[in-house]
């Protein structure tokens, strides 16, 4: 996803978010993006610690 689409009210209500790290994470836990990009680092994804937000970018 290269075209990432900041929300105008501040955070997505469907995306909660406790990475404080990323330039996307609101003051409320939720994500800024209108959307994310979930990425995968197996073939085949079996467990949660398999998976990332692939939207993530560092403040």
Same mark, same amino acid.
Do not use: L, P, Q
């Given at each position: 996803m290269d075209n990432k689409i900041r929300l105008s009210n501040g955070h997505n &209500? @469907? $995306?909660g978010c406790i990475? &404080? *790290?990323c330039k996307f994470h @609101? /003051?409320?836990n939720y994500c800024e993006l209108e /959307? $994310? &990009?979930v990425v995968k680092h197996e073939a085949t994804a079996n467990t949660v610690e398999c998976t990332d937000c692939g939207s993530f *970018?560092?403040?």
């Open positions: &209500n @469907s $995306i990475v &404080n *790290e @609101s /003051r409320d /959307r $994310i &990009n *970018e560092k403040m």
